[in-house]
Each structure stands twice: as structure tokens, then as C-alpha cells.
């Protein structure tokens, strides 16, 4: 009953350092998306995808890039890492948005020196 | 995304019972009210969905009136453990992506 697995649980990069997040689940999910949380604050939407070979960009996608070849897999991309990018990165699934039910990955801790 | 306000902040105590409530003035027909759970450095939970008059499971209970222009998360006889960020969200029927607001952040006192 692995749901929603994201890796790694904790990463420290150097300013202009790229680095990939990667977020897989098992559980057949169309809808995938990226949410990142600074300290104190809300979710806020990095990208999103409603199935394999389809993404488009949330509330905060500048600095990211995503792809989806898979159904099960959403990784997200770190072009250029910046201090501003120091945050935690949390991945969901779910049936579809409209559904309003999202299962979440247990969350990437990244530091940006 | 029909928009939603919920308070800030709340405090309680240890077996009181807790009333979180958000507005969303502007939600259409077909539109469900959800509810989610966030305890420190964990991924939020989905808790409680609903669409009219009163919803209960084992983590809550959700009222609506019948306008919907707001609901109400109940959390019975609260223990610390219900410390934790509840987010209320109204996403449309057609929706294309889930976006969170800041969310209300619940203290339990002993």
C-alpha cells in the first residue's frame, strides 16, 4: 500500500545547482500535482497534470519544469536552484480535481544554500 | 475555484468541542465542499466531503445550511492531537487543479 512516494525526503543543493524531485504513486491516478510550503504558510500550486503527456502550470511554476510520460510518475525539475526555493515540496494524486480528494506524498524538505 | 474564507487561527482545550467555519459565497450547483487535515511536517489529508445538510465519519463531522454559502467542520471533544492545519476547499465541478488557501490553524491546550 505504497499511494503516493516521493524521494528524496531531504535534499541540500548549492545556488545554480539543478536537481530533479521524483514523486511516483501506485494507485492508478490521472490527476498528479506539486504543491510547494514555506514555513507557516499554505500550500501553494507548482504544476499539474490531468493525465500522461498533459501539464500546465499552477499558481507558482516559474523556476520548475515537469513532464508526465507515465501515469504513475511526475517528476518535478529544479532548473537553477535559488535560496527562494528553499521550502518543502509536497506531491498529490487523485481521481480528478474535480472530485476535490487528493492523496499526498509524505513531502521533500529542500535547502538552498 | 469558488473562493473561501476561514479564520486565521483558533485556540481550545483538551475535550471541547471545535467549530471551524468557512464561507464560500460564490459556490455553483454541482460543487462539493471538502475538507483536509495537516499535522506538522506532514502531507495534507483529505477528512470530510460534502454537499448538503450534514456529513459524518469517524475524524468529523461537516454541516451545510441549505443556501451552501458556508460550512462548518466539527471536531468533538478535541485532544492535543488534533493540532493541525484544516483547510476548506470548494473546487469546481469542471475543475482543472486544486489550489489551497492559507488554511486555519488549530491549537489544542491541555
Known amino acids: 500500500n505504497a499511494g503516493v512516494t516521493q524521494t528524496p525526503k531531504f535534499q541540500v543543493l548549492k545556488t545554480g545547482q539543478s536537481m ?89 524538505r529542500l535547502t538552498v544554500l | 475555484l469558488a473562493k473561501t474564507t476561514q479564520p486565521i487561527s483558533m485556540d481550545s482545550y483538551e475535550g471541547q468541542e471545535v467549530n471551524i467555519t468557512c464561507s464560500h459565497n460564490n459556490i455553483a450547483t454541482n460543487d462539493y465542499i471538502t475538507w483536509y487535515q495537516q499535522f506538522p511536517s506532514q502531507g495534507p489529508r483529505f477528512i470530510i466531503q460534502g454537499y448538503k445538510t450534514k456529513v459524518t465519519n469517524e475524524v468529523a463531522s461537516l454541516f451545510i445550511p441549505a443556501d451552501r454559502k458556508s460550512s462548518t467542520l466539527s471536531l468533538p471533544r478535541v485532544s492535543l492531537s488534533d493540532t493541525a492545519v484544516y483547510y476548506c476547499l470548494v473546487p469546481y465541478s469542471s475543475a482543472s487543479k486544486i489550489i489551497f488557501g492559507s488554511g486555519t490553524r488549530l491549537s489544542i491546550r491541555p
Request: hydrophobic share 30%.
Open chain 1, 20 to 108: 530533479t524531485l521524483q514523486c511516483a504513486q501506485d494507485m492508478n491516478h490521472e490527476y498528479m500535482s506539486w504543491y510547494r510550503q514555506d514555513p507557516g504558510m499554505g500550500l501553494r500550486l507548482i504544476h499539474y497534470s490531468v493525465g500522461a503527456g498533459i501539464t500546465d502550470q499552477g499558481e507558482v511554476p516559474n523556476g520548475y519544469n515537469v513532464s508526465r510520460s507515465t501515469t504513475e510518475d511526475f517528476p518535478l525539475r529544479l532548473l537553477s536552484a535559488a535560496p527562494s526555493q528553499t521550502s518543502v515540496y509536497f506531491c498529490a494524486s487523485g481521481r480528478g480535481p474535480d472530485t476535490g480528494e487528493l492523496f499526498f506524498g509524505e513531502g521533500s
